[in-house]
């Protein structure tokens, strides 16, 4: 919203050479909501509502095809969180059969925003009425991958914006998604939720990449299809986020048991179960590589026909220097800890009444924030009875 970080904004873009912001697409005023989700969504969003939409509505009309809409954003604080949910909103309103993305920024665990869980609460159960579907990246696990694999010491958000840009692009650069095909995808947000979102109560996508390491270790690495999918599958059922220190005793389900899953007991622990997945693989050989590890029904929810809960985007182009690499987007059980820690904390603040008078001075009463932890709580349940 600040005015300064815009323009940093719009001149870093300049001066890489490679693209720049229209000079008229931007909006900011002089303050932002002071990490205050009512504040962004009373009384921002509705002021500049008219401004906003018009912005969008002029880029959306220099669209041949308009595929949708990803938008960018976190969640403690009270801009992004706050008017970004209000937008999204209009959004749904205004383009009522538009695609929308939420790509959300989960803050760090702990010394950030006081307020944070209420901002988040607040911001999922709003955005699961209108989005299509939430796009999560946590800020603890990026900070990890930096530290860990990046071998960066000292971590900025610059280092963290880099690697979520780039397990993005590892998503969104161009790849054929028909089996076999040789046409790049005209649609990928369209694809993307059509592969990934078979119910509109499960809408949390997370998204992990193989290999990742800083650029100079590349030209001493060699990685082989085989290994990156075996460690891409493991990173899956056993919900690690990176290839460093994956739980290997993590199994599947025994399947053919006459219990249909959901209601089965015998799930061992922290088996992370699927709704869907996709896996994007770029680089040299990829219509070699076998991917029946990733079919097996066991990974699935049992509601969904495995054939249809798995798809694999490919292209022999390969991605920001990494002769071979693996994505995987899925709708699984990886967010269920973060999501109950968020939703326990800010209801243990709720019912001391912390800090709430500073929502209803915005208009956000007590009924509102009872509506989110219902809306989350039913969440939660459905991605723990997969
Ligand atoms: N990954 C990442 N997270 C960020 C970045 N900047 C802020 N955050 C996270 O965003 C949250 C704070 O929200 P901000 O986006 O700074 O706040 P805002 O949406 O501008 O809202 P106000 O400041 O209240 O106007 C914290 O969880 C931060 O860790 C960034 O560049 N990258």
Redesign the pocket.
Known sequence: ??PK?ISQTLSTAARSGYWKYDGRSHFCQK??????WA??YSVHGPKHKEVIMDLVQREAEKCDRLGGFFTI????????????AFVTQCLRDAFPSSFILNHV????GTG??IV?NYNSVLTLSHLYQSSDALLV?E?DV?HKICAQLMNIKQIS??D??QV?AHQLGSVFQPTYTAEGGLHYSRNPLGDLMEMLVPHPEFKMLGLRNIPQMPENFLAYSTFSWPGLIKHLRQMLIANAKMEEGIDWQVRPPCLGSSIPSSHSTNKPLHFNTSVANLVILRGKDMHSVDLGSFRDPSLYTSWLNPQDAFNAWKTPRSFNKYEKSAALVSNSQFLLKPLDSVVGKAWNMFASKAYIHQYTKFGIQEEDFLDSFTALEQVISSYSNL
């Open positions: 919203m600040e970080v303050q932002g909501s002071g990490n205050n504040n962004g954003m976190s969640m403690a604080g009270g801009t992004g969180s706050g008017l970004g920024i989960w803050p760090y950030e925003v944070q990246h800020n990026i958000f610059r963290v914006n979520i």
